[in-house]
Structure formats: C-alpha cells, structure tokens
C-alpha cells in the first residue's frame, strides 16, 4: 500500500479538505506550497512542507520518495490578456514540468493530474477548449504522457466539474444564489440555461481516496471525469435552493450576457468512474443544497 504522497495546491479548496482525510488515514504528506504559514494554520505539524521557490527544491523531493503526486495547484482565470498568459503558462505548464523533472527518477507510481471541464467547450467529451486556461490543461496532459511513458509510472487526469460544498474564500455560483435571498438588490446573471454537474466536495474527497486505494488495478494512462452523471442548469438549482431553503431567491436572469466562453452543457460521463473504480457519488444536488443549509 502507498503511504507518501506529494500534493501541490494543498491550501486550495479540494486540497484544504482532502488533506485532514488523508492524515487521518495515515498518509505521509508531503506539501508543495507557496505560503508555508498558510499550510500551518490549516494542518500545523501534521505534514510536511515545502515552498515553491525552495533553492532544496529537488532534494527534498527525493528525499521524501513520493509514491504518488495529486497535482492540484494551478492558476485559473478565463482571461487571455498576457499578463494573465504569462501566469498560466508558468503556474500550468512550467510549475508542472518542475514537479514531474523532480519524480521522475523516483519511483514513483502515480501521478494525478488535474484537468478542467472548461477543456471540453461543446460538452460532447471532444477536447477543445474554451479558454487559454482550459487550453494550458489539454497541454498539461501531453507533458504528463510524455514523462510517465519514459520514466515508467502511471498516470491520470482527474476531471471535476462543479464543486460545492464546505467551507471557501472564493464563492461559487451557488454561494451567490444562496446569497441573493438576504439581497435587497437582485443578483445580476446570464439568462441561466447553462446545464452543469455539481459534486458535493464530500464526493470528490472520497472519490480521491478511492483512486489512491485502488492504484494496483488503474490502467497505465486514464482520465476520470468527476461529477454525479446529472445535469442542473442554474435557473433548476435556483428552484431548489428555494424548495430546501424555504426562501426566495431574488435574481434578475438576464440581467449579465453569456459570455463567449460560456459552457453551456458540463456533465460528466461516469463510466470510468464505475468500471474501474467501483465509485459513485454519495450525495445529489437536493442532499447537498440541505447539507449547505445545516452548515451555515
């Protein structure tokens, strides 16, 4: 069984949640983080710590021998302004291939990479991406390909679609939908046809748990798209958060335009996710809309 792990985006929303699952589990944790002070207040002592620009960079990845790496960090923006270019190209593509130079002799048996359901724009499981940040993670997967095919370890890419759930600085769609019933002012939104799949983080946690016990019977190369395999498009998930809640939404659909890089359709195909690995999701959108109300 596999008890070292490396995670980059330790501090980000998945990372910050999956962590304490792991430590209780008794992995050894080793974190890739920009802000080592940060990582403490999440999990003090409990893990190891490594910052991004360590000059012992490589040496104490070696050192530690990661059996497996969850690549989580990563920069997201939908603009394609060069500066933001540049950010994308460095956190995505070179921050990347700075991990991978670092395990490639390591031994390692597994790498899980991150893509984005942005990557597939018409929602028909066709790569093409929607933005330049989707298009950095389409890349990522052939830098992927390319070390785990020479250096002889397995690879994944693990595809979320919408997460919510548990505790974040940044809100989602559904934070600001569960916002607007204390609004004098309406929530400005798009015309509200866009279909996502949203997975409760309780879902993605576990379903990452899943992978690391189940690394012995993964393929060499896999991708999971991770959701619940159900579509909600946000004027539906307004209604239920009023139909759970008790309270009136107060939205003024329309009021923004889609934008160009808008999905209009992200569900995520679950075959993999069951023929592999046995999993399902846990909660559906209803379960987690209470679950966010008793939370609060």
Not at 12 to 19: A, D, E, Q, S, T
Not at 187 to 205: A, C, K, M, N, Y
Not at 224 to 240: R, Y
Request: hydrophobic residues 40%; contains cysteine; aromatic residues 12%.
């Amino acid at each position: 069984m596999c008890k070292r792990i490396l995670i980059t985006g330790s501090t980000g929303f998945v990372g910050k949640h999956l962590i304490p699952k792991l430590i209780e589990n008794e992995y050894e944790i080793l974190e890739i983080t920009r802000s080592i002070s940060k990582s403490d207040d999440f999990f003090g002592n409990k893990t190891q710590k490594i910052e991004v620009n360590d000059a012992n960079f490589n040496q104490k990845i070696k050192f530690f021998k990661p059996e497996i790496v969850i690549h989580l960090a990563s920069y997201l923006t939908s603009s394609d302004e060069w500066t933001d270019v540049e950010k994308l190209v460095d956190t995505n593509i070179l921050f990347l291939s700075k991990i991978l130079d670092a395990v490639k002799t390591n031994e390692l048996k597994l790498f899980v990479n991150t893509g984005t359901f942005a990557e597939y724009f018409k929602g028909d499981g066709e790569l093409l991406p929607a933005y330049f940040y989707a298009a950095t993670k389409t890349a990522s997967r052939a830098i992927v390909d390319y070390y785990a095919n020479a250096y002889n370890f397995k690879q994944t890419t693990v595809v979320p679609y919408t997460i919510y759930g548990g505790v974040d600085t940044q809100k989602k769609i559904i934070d600001l939908i569960f916002d607007s019933t204390n609004s004098k002012e309406p929530l400005q939104l798009s015309p509200g046809e866009q279909v996502l799949d949203f997975i409760h983080i309780d879902d993605v946690v576990n379903f990452y748990l899943s992978l690391i016990d189940n690394i012995n019977i993964l393929p060499n190369t896999s991708e999971f798209k991770l959701g619940t395999g159900i579509g909600t498009n946000l004027k539906e998930l307004a209604k239920i958060v009023e139909e759970v809640s008790g309270e009136k939404t107060n939205i003024n659909w329309g009021g923004k335009p889609y934008r160009k890089s808008d999905v209009m359709y992200a569900v995520a195909d679950q075959r993999q996710n069951k023929n592999i690995l046995g999993w399902f999701n846990k909660i559906n959108i209803e379960q987690g809309v209470k679950i966010k109300i008793n939370d609060k």
